[in-house]
Structures are given as C-alpha cells and as structure tokens.
C-alpha cells in the first residue's frame, strides 16, 4: 500500500463553517483524488489532481475546493459545511507508472 | 455517465458456502481496466485485484476468483468456502479514462458470512 494519511480522522462541525481535510503520501504518486463515500452511492470523486498545483474537478464538486501545493500533500477544503457534506471522505493515490488507486483510511466528517 | 451495477446490495451465507457477486459495466472505452476493492467493517479500502479489459482469462488468487466477460462487460467475484473474515462490503470498479483516471464504483454489494 501507498502511505498515505488523512488529518483529521472524525470530526464533527456546524453548519457554515470552514472545514479542511488533509491528506498525505510518502511515495511520491504523482495522481491523488478525494472521493466521498455515501450508503447506497458507493464511492464518488470530488476532485482530483495530475500533479503540484494541477487539479480538476469531479462528478461531485459543488460546495468543495482544493489545492496541492507539494507533492505529498492534498487539501479538501469545504469552505461552508453543510449537513449534506456529512460524508466519509477517502483520499486516493496513483502512481504515473501504475494503474491502482490506494486509499487512505478516511475521514468521517459530520456537520449538525 | 457510463455506470457501473452490482445488483446485490446484500447476500447473506454459511461458512463454508460459495458465493459470487455480480459487477456488470458500461463503457465506451476500447481499453480500460476494472477493479474491485474490499471495505471490512474496520472501514479502510483495500485493493483486490486489477483486470486490464485486453486479458480475458480468468484469475484465481487462493479462495478467490475472478470471471472477467467481455462480450457481457461482466467482471464477477467468486469467493470459495466463505469465511466469517470474508464478511465486507465488495465494490467493483471501473476506470475513466478521460477523467483524470477516476473510478465510477457500483453501490457495493454487503457480504455477511455467518458461523
């Protein structure tokens, strides 16, 4: 498995407050991806990103930004919760010479 | 958007039992490849195995086993004498090669193996 590691791992916020998930690797993958997992949804992307300071969007990112300032970082940054972002929220990564994505150990978010 | 469908959102069975669960997928794609990930009650998601859509042959890793149909872009899991740890929830998936490599994963099937 890639290391990879997600700050915080719970955390329960209001409605209308900054939120910001981090995620971390130590193998230098080149792809990394927010996805939030729902029941009967499996797992969706937010965005993405092909490499430091290069990101796209998802099939779900309204109400979510990002940014990659170094390699080993990704930011999810929700910048006024809602009770509709309660999620688990899993960072992924890949490699550019590989074709798997590795998750990391999620993030359980919850906005009262 | 090209789907991907696990129609069982839940099977239940005995130790010892076979059980397959079904992945059916759509895609435009001439190449691509699927995937399926195993999410235990613990939470994480780990990684099962990788099918490149050009190798159609069957894979077998221990009590699992992979039917990978092309000409029904079916991609099946079969789990041979079940086990309490089999118990998970199972997700296939499928690449989407012009969105950055994203998964399009189906809704999970939830296996329970009882004693």
């Known amino acids: 498995d890639a290391g990879i590691t997600q700050s915080p791992r719970h955390k329960v916020t209001e409605t209308g407050t900054p939120v910001t998930l981090r995620c971390h690797q130590t193998?230098?993958?080149?792809?990394m991806y927010w996805y939030r997992q729902d029941p009967g949804h499996g797992l969706r992307l937010i965005h993405y990103s092909y490499g430091v300071k290069d990101t796209d969007k998802g099939e779900v990112s309204d109400g979510y930004s990002v940014s990659r300032s170094k390699t080993e970082d990704f930011l999810l940054t929700l910048e006024s919760a809602t009770s509709s972002q309660t999620s688990v929220y899993f960072c992924a990564t890949q490699g550019a010479l590989t074709d798997t994505q590795y998750f990391g150990p999620g993030t359980r978010l919850t906005v009262l | 958007a090209q789907k991907v469908t696990q129609a069982q959102t839940e099977i239940s069975v005995v130790e010892k039992e076979d059980v397959t669960l079904d992945c059916v997928y759509e895609t435009r794609d001439t190449t691509y490849y699927l995937f399926w990930y195993k999410q235990p009650p613990s939470g994480e998601l780990v990684f099962l195995i990788r099918?490149?859509?050009?190798?159609?042959q069957n894979e077998i890793s221990g009590r699992y086993s992979w039917n990978f149909q092309k000409s029904t872009s079916s991609f099946n899991f079969t789990i041979t004498a079940s086990q309490v740890v089999d118990s998970a929830v199972y997700f296939c998936?499928?690449?989407?090669?012009?969105?950055?490599?994203?998964?399009?994963f189906g809704g999970g099937t939830r296996l329970m193996v009882k004693p």
């Open positions: 099918r490149n859509s050009f190798d159609e």
């Open positions: 193998e230098n993958h080149r792809y």
């Open positions: 998936a499928r690449v989407n090669n012009n969105a950055g490599n994203m998964l399009t």
